[in-house]
Every structure is written in C-alpha cells, then in structure tokens.
C-alpha cells in the first residue's frame, strides 16, 4: 500500500494547515488511520486517529494537539485529512499518515498497531 501524505509547509505560529492522506488501491474508509509526527531527536508520537467507517467513526487525539485539530476523512476522494489550527513552534515535525488493517482496541495510539506509513510531508512553524 502505497501512502501519500501531502499539505506541509512553513507557517507562523497561530497559523493553520491542513494535511492530506492518500492511497493507489485502498479504500481508506474501510481502515483506521492516523496521523503521527516525529521532530528531529524526538521518537514518533501519536497526534490524531479515525475509526474504520463503520465502527463508529471515532476520532481520537493526542493532549497537545486537542482542541487544535481535528482529523477526518472524505469518502468521496478517497483522503483523510488532518485539520491543524493555532499551530505552535513545538507542532515542528515530519507529519506521517499511517493505516491499521485489523480493527484496533482502544485510542489507537501505538505505532506498531499500523501497518503502512506515507513518506511523511514536513511541517514548520516559527515563532
């Protein structure tokens, strides 16, 4: 499975981006995805992840992010999105897309719970 994240860039901080997840060949709705991040010297940590259509849909986030960001997903186009608002300088990092084939307990917040990751698309905020 080919993933493809897309939407970074360089913004100030208080600004927005919106980062895009595709995939050639997966219908994305019928998996549960997420977004993590990983900053230079730092391990990948969990920022936001959406049930399997189905499953209830539900959207999970990481405590630094809530209330900032919201993860969803256009059935449609076949992409998951991921909404970040009020962006901050510690919002700095390599954003990854990542999907889960089998049905995932909990928060979902476990890297080795996903099967397939995106190359990853840069973000970088100033202050």
């Known amino acids: 499975v080919q993933l493809q994240a897309s939407g970074g860039g360089s913004v100030q901080a208080g600004g927005s981006l919106r980062l895009s997840c595709t995939a050639d060949?997966?219908?994305?709705?019928?998996?549960?995805m997420a977004w993590f991040r990983q900053a230079p010297g730092k391990e990948r940590e969990f920022v936001a992840a959406?049930?399997?259509?189905?499953?209830?849909?539900?959207?999970y986030y990481a405590d630094s992010v809530q209330g900032r960001v919201t993860i969803s997903r256009d059935t449609v186009k076949n992409t998951v999105y991921l909404q970040m608002n009020s962006l901050k300088f510690e919002d700095t990092a390599v954003y990854y897309c990542?999907?889960?084939?089998?049905?995932?307990?909990?928060?979902?917040?476990?890297?080795?719970?996903?099967?397939?990751w995106g190359q990853g698309t840069q973000v970088t905020v100033s202050s």
């Open positions: 060949g997966r219908t994305l709705s019928r998996y549960s």
């Open positions: 990542t999907l889960a084939e089998r049905h995932l307990a909990g928060r979902m917040t476990r890297t080795y719970d996903y099967d397939y």
């Open positions: 959406i049930r399997r259509s189905g499953s209830g849909s539900g959207t």
